[in-house]
């Protein structure tokens, strides 16, 4: 059986990034996945960049990684510019929008947030035709997904539906349902279209937010006070907990 590490939603946060590599290396995983949003929002988004290349065998792009590639004249979009370098910001412009492959006899999909449309965000409270969208076929593969795993909502969960299934993977560096960074697991037989076991766990990672809070507080990066605060509450900055945003 193959086993894939999925992670997502690092946001520079290096501790929580070190934490769940090396809770991977521990469970001895050698295939890492990430979904995007290297950079923006945590104080260390070159070294996350650089980790990230470093271990993941694929890499797909975030609604954060566009906006740093895309946008300017945002004071916390130019602190982040600014450390990344023009070469890392070169490298999450070029990535691609989504990864399919067959495991287990299942089309699985990964994504930011959905493969179509970097923008179109689904909650689990989210109506059944919009998630349905995550299903939808690409220009790669014209055929409907059986599962599909994603990011950018900062929670983690699985959901079974219309046949199909979805799994959220949550964030590494700014989860918005625990205070410990979270990520996916998945298993089967990678590239075989015959039918066998597979497996979707996700995993929860303490991780020491006290030097995640500690390195921010030493920089003068913009809406720092708002990123402490999620990572102490897990709660998007002042909304409840039954709103989160990623």
Known sequence: ????????????????????????????????????DLAGKGPNPAEAVDTIRENCEVVIKGNWDHFLTEQKGQEVL??????????????????????EFYISGKLLRLCHASPNDLFHRVYLSTKRRERLKLFEATPTLDI??????????????????AGKTIFNVGS?????????A?????????????PSSFTIALVRVPYDI???????????????????????TGIYRGLTKHKKEG
């Open 1 to 36: 059986m193959d086993r894939i590490a999925i992670i997502s939603d690092i946001h520079g946060n290096m501790p929580a990034l070190e934490a769940v590599l090396a809770d991977i290396k521990n469970k001895n995983i050698r295939i890492i996945y990430c979904l995007g």
């Open 78 to 99: 130019t602190w982040h510019q600014s450390r990344l370098g023009a070469e890392r910001l070169k490298y999450l412009r070029d990535l691609p929008m989504y990864k």
């Open 144 to 161: 409907e997904a059986d599962v599909v795993g994603y990011g950018d909502i900062h929670g983690a969960h699985v959901d079974y539906f």
């Open 172 to 180: 590494v560096g700014n989860p918005l349902d625990i205070t410990q």
């Open 182 to 194: 979270s990520y996916g697991i998945i298993e089967g037989i990678l590239n075989s279209k015959h």
């Open 210 to 232: 006290d030097l995640a809070v500690n390195q921010a507080g030493l920089t003068d990066m913009p809406e720092k006070q708002e990123y402490i605060k999620e990572l102490k």
